[in-house]
T-cell receptor
Framework: SAVISQKPSRDICQRGTSLTIQCQVDSQVTMMFWYRQQPGQSLTLIATANQGSEATYESGFVIDKFPISRPNLTFSTLTVSNMSPEDSSIYLC???????????FGQGTRLTVV | AQKVTQAQTEISVVEKEDVTLDCVYETRDTTYYLFWYKQPPSGELVFLIRRNSFDEQNEISGRYSWNFQKSTSSFNFTITASQVVDSAVYFCAARSTDSNYQLIWGAGTKLIIKP
């Protein structure tokens, strides 16, 4: 299984500000995924981050609001921009396992916007 | 298109009781994967099991067991002799073997184990 380090683990932010979440993997992976989990809800895929190309965003998510960087095969960042209380969620990064079947997740970032 | 249904929103049992979490999936794919994940209160998602669509063997791991039945499109998860540490939200998920690793998630079942 992959070891994924996600930072910060939690944060409380003021509305209108931005937060950048980092995800570091202990092995090289082609694809990294960013999810949002709103309170009491299931996971929703925000985007797929591929190294060397633009991230692919799911319906309802836009690059201006959730810019993603993928500078190399072990690291990615997700920025939540111009935050509002509706952005309060757990944000999780994920990578496929070495067998390419199951997905592994970082510890999550619990974001509260006040 | 795929869909995963976890009809049980919340289950509460007393410690040492057995509990089964239901998962029903819909898919037109001929080959697919099914998964169970555990999310404790700390928030991280812990992978529990993967099942391939062509392998209907049930699996047991300690107090955990999984019953996969293609005839009823179900992939149920049973915890035997539950413990307080089993309290968490459990998610069932699916994906096509052809998909770009994208998972279809159930809504999750919150399991509360009372001492």
């Amino acid at each position: 299984s992959a070891v994924i380090s996600q930072k910060p683990s939690r944060d409380i932010c003021q509305r209108g500000t931005s937060l950048t979440i980092q995800c570091q993997v202990d092995s090289q992976v082609t694809m990294m995924f960013w999810y949002r989990q709103q309170p009491g809800q299931s996971l929703t895929l925000i985007a797929t981050a591929n190294q060397g190309s633009e991230a692919t965003y799911e319906s309802g998510f836009v690059i201006d609001k959730f810019p993603i960087s993928r500078p190399n095969l072990t690291f990615s960042t997700l920025t939540v921009s111009n935050m509002s209380p509706e952005d309060s969620s757990i944000y999780l990064c994920s990578v496929p396992g070495s067998g390419g079947t199951e997905a592994f997740f970082g510890q999550g970032t619990r974001l509260t916007v006040v | 298109a795929q869909k995963v249904t976890q009809a049980q929103t919340e289950i509460s049992v007393v410690e040492k009781e057995d509990v089964t979490l239901d998962c029903v999936y819909e898919t037109r794919d001929t080959t697919y994967y099914l998964f169970w994940y555990k999310q404790p209160p700390s928030g991280e998602l812990v992978f529990l099991i993967r099942r391939n669509s062509f392998d209907e063997q049930n699996e047991i791991s300690g107090r955990y067991s999984w019953n996969f039945q293609k005839s009823t499109s179900s992939f149920n998860f049973t915890i035997t002799a539950s413990q307080v540490v089993d309290s968490a939200v459990y998610f069932c998920a699916a994906r096509s073997t052809d998909s770009n690793y994208q998972l279809i998630w159930g809504a999750g079942t919150k399991l509360i184990i009372k001492p």
